[in-house]
């Protein structure tokens, strides 16, 4: 290692690329590189269904303004530019709709983990093509950024306000050198490097919800693929990131790592990619629930919305769930990032329209007479009960009386689009066209997925990306 340290003792930073380094992309079974790809073909047609959106686009436009050696695509931007500008556009997009995965960790903490580890795929795959990675390889990269994701995430202090998108310095700069061959000691400095700019607050995604939502991983993840950068020419980072007494002890409660080798385990047979979920509405993932609830009784109501006296909209007893729903800015939504993140106006958008797309949001739906009258009429409690009869989950039921005193309800276990053991390549199909339609041609879509579902294969992730650079159409 040029201009480097010679090696240190154990630390959590080198169990993480120890970790990394070891992972055999041939060893990776065929049911977690199936996952993989259905994954990224998601996050893929999430990225692709935000270049119908302003918003994201102003993300691509500032990327394009600051130049940038061209190593990496940018998805329908139609330029390259540096691996962490690109990983900071094509993670903005991806991440713009809240469309893109969710976790839901069944095996550890229930539904605590949480957040969207696919929001580091874009970022691997700015890295993958500037590095030439083949396909293998960069599925094995990407399995490496979700175990090390929900790994830390299981380690996260979650009741100090920090957002889960911090763990993602971790793991994209882990998955990052590996496609640059770092060896170990250069990807702990790499490691350590993105850690100093890991502490993310949760009022990103709090109060009046900003841009910082979308864009706050695809920035982390930006300077960790720099990180990588920086420690592949000699810099260093602080190795005791962990365990230092200045260090990041109040974002982890690392007494839940009671053998001390939560960060070191060997890949399993059933990687944490097999927990993820895709999500069938674009909007948070404890909304999923709230949103087919509403569409579901939205046939029941139609043509009747003015006799409706009250809606209950009844949840999990979970921390996360007490949190959004008194959160004032959900409450009373006045950006579309609050929007999407606000309990009473997915519901009322899905009782009124039977359906939530992106198109929902157009004209700041949120403002809409009709809408805030039904908002108006909602209240919200949570069930201990509910909790119990589906744990791992986001469970919710609705009851709505109406004015001569009938009452319609309906009750959501489970979001539509999680599936233990994978999600069916049906699904992942059908989502991609839909997101995708009228922003790519058939022959367009048809050639991406047919790249993406034999990844495995490719000799380099290339063509792919320059397919995805061209602009929509």
């Known amino acids: 290692m040029a201009g480097g340290q010679a090696q240190r003792g154990p630390s959590r930073v080198r169990d993480i690329a120890r970790f990394s380094l070891g992972i055999e992309a041939a060893a990776i ?16 047609g999430c990225a692709v269904a935000a270049l119908a959106e302003d918003e994201a686009l102003a993300t691509v436009r500032a990327v394009a ?18 691996a962490p500008l690109a990983a900071l556009a094509n993670g903005a997009l991806l991440r713009f709709l809240d469309l893109n995965d969710f976790m839901m960790d069944r095996q550890a903490l229930g539904a605590t983990v949480g957040g969207h580890p696919s929001d580091n795929i874009g970022p691997v795959l700015a890295v993958a093509e500037w ?32 957002d889960t998108t911090s763990v993602s310095a971790f793991a994209v700069a882990a998955a990052a050198g590996r496609l640059m061959g770092l060896d170990e000691e250069s990807l702990c400095h790499a490691i350590a490097l993105a850690g100093t700019r890991a502490a993310t607050p949760g009022v990103v995604r709090s109060g009046d919800i900003s841009a910082a939502k979308f864009l706050a991983n695809a920035m982390i993840a930006s300077d960790a693929v720099g990180a990588a950068a920086l420690a592949e020419h000699g810099l260093t980072g602080p190795l005791e990131i962990f365990e230092h007494e200045r260090g990041l002890g109040a974002m982890f409660d690392m007494s839940r790592d009671a053998d001390g080798r939560a960060l070191a385990r060997p890949l399993a047979e059933a990687p944490a990619l097999m927990m993820a979920a895709i999500k069938a509405y674009p909007c ?25 006296r009250a809606i209950t909209v ?13 959160d004032p800015g959900r409450l009373d939504p006045r950006s579309r990032e609050a929007a999407d993140h606000s309990f009473p106006f997915l519901a009322a958008v899905g009782l009124i329209d039977g359906r939530l797309t992106p198109r929902t949001f157009d004209d700041e739906r949120w403002h809409a007479p009709q809408v805030r009258a039904l908002m108006a009429r909602m209240r919200f409690a949570v069930d201990a009960d509910l909790a119990a009869r589906a744990p791992g989950g986001y469970p919710a039921r609705m009851a709505i009386d109406m004015a001569d005193g009938s009452r ?28 995708t339609d009228g922003i790519l041609a058939p022959a367009r879509r048809d050639e991406i997925k047919a790249m993406v579902l034999a990844l495995e294969r490719q000799a380099t992730i290339g063509p792919l990306m320059e397919t995805l650079t061209r602009p929509p159409g």
């Open 131 to 162: 590095r030439g990675a083949s396909g293998a390889e960069t599925l094995a990269a990407i399995a490496a950024a979700y175990e090390v994701y929900v790994r830390l995430g299981r380690l996260m202090d979650r009741t100090r306000g920090w």
């Open 284 to 308: 948070l993932a404890t909304g999923q629930t709230v949103a087919a609830a509403g569409i579901a009784l939205a046939a029941k109501v139609k043509g009747r919305l003015g006799e409706i």
């Open 408 to 435: 319609f309800d309906t009750e959501v276990l489970a979001a539509p689009g999680m599936a233990p053991g994978g999600v069916p390549e049906a699904a992942i199909i059908a989502k991609f066209d839909a997101v």
């Open 314 to 326: 009844t949840q999990a007893d979970a921390p996360i769930i007490v949190r959004q729903q008194a």
């Open 65 to 82: 303004g600051q130049g940038g050696a061209p190593q990496a695509s940018v998805i329908g931007g139609g330029f390259k530019t540096s």
């Open 29 to 44: 079974s065929a049911a977690a590189t199936t996952q993989a790809k259905h994954l990224i073909l998601d996050t893929i």
